[in-house]
């Protein structure tokens, strides 16, 4: 197994950097000023206040709370940072997804075709790419939410995250006239949730080195391997950033109920491999 951590990977530092209370004490700052300006903002008077916001199923408020945010963000003064800060850290949760979906069409677009090995395909482990990825995922998603394009005031996350995407997939390679980049391309009219990382997808980084390792090592059978690639790194995004066992089984072809009860093996069988691959306890395993 490889020796790198994924306790020092771009995402893990920059959500440490956000999470720190000096971090969370500017954004409140900047939010409470802002609340007593714009009327889209006037209760998102802190970062809590936006994330209990953002983590709602009202999806119209989202955009129009993003697009305050976003307005503000193209500000050139030490404003327009924080907002871009805000923002962005908003959009975390969605980073281990692109990245999973940049890999796969990198590989693909460079001919890496045939037997599938590991979760993203193309013979190689997931954690030989995922560092470099991340530093261009979230590079890019900081210029798409300074220059993003004001006019678009619907579905902004989605907006944003598949700008991401693209931008990320050119560089490495992918040509999105390829049949492969419409394969792995975000549906234009998907939603997603914002701010506050669920127990579960919180754990997505260091999952996406297990599941390669597992599905490699062949630790899970054939329907686990396939509902939980599917959940977290091939299919549609439902509200917590995976695809939902209703989304799963429309896939596969079978029953919500069904898939509920292959996911809930799956999570046992991976549980059970993770404690050879790192020692450790899944906090969403239980």
Known sequence: MSGRSTKNSPLTMLQKEFSDPRSVARFDQALRGWAAEETALSDTASHEDLVAILTTRDYGRHDEVLHALLVRAAEPASSGVVATEIVVNSLLPAVPGIVGRVVRAARAAAGAVGVRRGVTGGGVSASEDSRDIQASVIGHLWEQ?????????????????????????????????????????????????????????DASEELLELLAWAVEEERLDEHSATILTTRYFDGPLGRDGVATDRQIGALIGLSQPTITRHRRRAFEQLAEAATEFRGHDLPWAG
């Open 145 to 201: 939410t300074r220059c993003y394009p004001l006019r678009r005031r619907h579905h902004v996350a989605a907006n944003l995250v598949r700008e991401t995407q693209r931008a990320a997939q050119r560089d490495f390679g992918v040509d999105h006239g390829q049949a492969a980049a419409d394969v792995v391309s975000m549906d234009d009219e998907v939603y997603r949730p914002l701010a506050a990382v669920p127990a579960e997808p």
